[in-house]
């Protein structure tokens, strides 16, 4: 059996901060879809599995006019981000963090 769970709506008022869209998904195995998208720009969406992995991204309109998007995957590797307003990670820490990976400390006695 699927439950599923879908509500839109579509406001007319002049305050941007309205709602315009949502929609959620949920499944008995687990798995779940929402988004979402107000009046003023802003949006959302994630699609996941309830802890084991989710996938998603969100938008807005800086202040200064800028649009910025940030995509991301949360996994058993962790929280995972990228968008060109998250900051890359220097060579020097991925290269620190491949040498760990290759040379991992001896057990403790």
Known sequence: MKIVFIAIFAITSADDNEILNKNYDLKEDGSYGWEYETGNGISASENGKGGE?????????SPEGEH???Q?????????????HVPAVPDYIVRALEYIKAHPPPPEK
């Open 53 to 61: 992995f989710a996938k998603g991204v969100f938008e807005w309109t």
């Open 72 to 84: 991301y995957t949360a996994d058993e590797n962790g929280y995972q981000p990228s968008g060109s």
């Open 68 to 70: 910025v998007s940030i």
